[in-house]
Every structure is written in structure tokens, then in C-alpha cells.
């Protein structure tokens, strides 16, 4: 069980093509230590779960515990992408641990309702999978009249879900 008083920390994983959503500023609120990945156009996926492992163990060593993954997807999907996308989630889920305070976000770079649609399907995806999920999932939907790169006023959708097991 980690430590209450344990700084707390995020890890952002921002998906290859993906650019800097403003509504994701307001997720790192209350982290004392943020780690941004980006996976870089050619990089394979084991090469970059490898990156975030070592990371992750960098937090870890310096005690911060990881409370909260955001995953930024870039807009745009095909069936590849999909199915990769479920893995890197389910991948940044597994990271938290299991208290009421872990939270899996996950947002995307541009708005539109193909993307919101997309967003909600990987949450349900994640929900029903085998083992429920331990976190809450918090879907954060990029608005149309949100400032391309931070600022003051964002308005967003965000909806938030959490599922166990029945034991």
C-alpha cells in the first residue's frame, strides 16, 4: 500500500502524432512530479514500454507514487492504431495502483465527435475487460473553442467511470 503523504506523480504518454491537448493541463493538477513520454513516428512499441518501465522505476526510486496516466491519442484512427491503442491503455491502467485515488485519463488531441466516440469506446473496452479495472477511468473530450496551447478558460466534457469485479 503506498504512502498518503508519498509526493504524487503523473505519467503522460502522449501517442505518436498526438500534439498537446490544453484540456490535459488541468489533469496535472496536484502532481509534484510529471513524466511526458511521447512515442517517437518509428519507435516500436516494445521499445517504448521499455522507456516508460524506466521511468516509472525512476518515480518510484525517488518515492513518488504514480497516481494518475493520461493517455493523449491522436486524432485520426484505423484498425491497427485501435487495437494498439487498447494495449498502450490497458498497458498505463496497470501502472496505478490500487487505491481510490488512481485515475486512468484519457483524452485526445482535437475535438470532433468521431474522436469523443473513439474515447468512449476504449474506456468501455477497458471497463469490460477480464479484471474490471481498480482506477477510475476519466474520458476528457478536447472542445472545440479550447485554446490550441493552453489558457484560461477550456471547456471540456469529462466523464468518469469506475468498475470492480464482482468478488
Not at 524506466?54 to 484498425?79: I, K, M, P, Q
Request: glycine letters at 6%; proline letters at 5%; aromatic letters at 2%.
Amino acid at each position: 500500500m503506498p504512502d498518503a503523504n508519498a509526493p504524487r506523480g503523473c505519467l503522460v504518454l502522449m501517442e505518436r502524432g498526438a500534439s498537446w491537448p490544453a484540456e490535459a493541463t488541468r489533469e496535472l493538477r496536484g502532481s509534484s512530479s510529471v513524466v511526458v513520454l511521447t512515442q517517437a513516428a518509428a519507435e516500436h512499441h516494445s521499445h517504448l514500454w521499455k522507456r516508460v518501465a524506466a521511468r516509472c522505476d525512476e518515480l518510484s526510486s525517488a518515492g513518488v507514487v504514480l497516481t494518475v496516466t493520461l493517455f493523449v491519442c491522436a486524432s485520426g484512427t484505423n484498425h491497427v492504431r485501435s487495437e494498439s491503442r487498447i494495449r498502450s491503455a490497458a498497458r498505463l491502467l496497470a501502472l496505478l495502483p490500487r487505491n481510490d485515488s488512481a485515475r486512468l485519463v484519457l483524452t485526445a488531441d482535437r475535438p470532433g465527435k468521431t474522436t469523443t466516440k473513439q474515447l468512449l469506446q476504449l474506456a468501455a473496452v477497458l471497463l469490460e475487460g477480464p479484471a474490471g479495472t481498480h482506477a477510475t477511468i476519466r474520458v476528457v473530450t478536447p472542445s472545440s473553442r479550447s485554446p490550441a496551447v493552453g489558457g484560461e478558460k477550456v471547456e471540456s466534457t469529462a466523464v468518469d467511470a469506475a468498475y470492480a469485479p464482482a468478488r
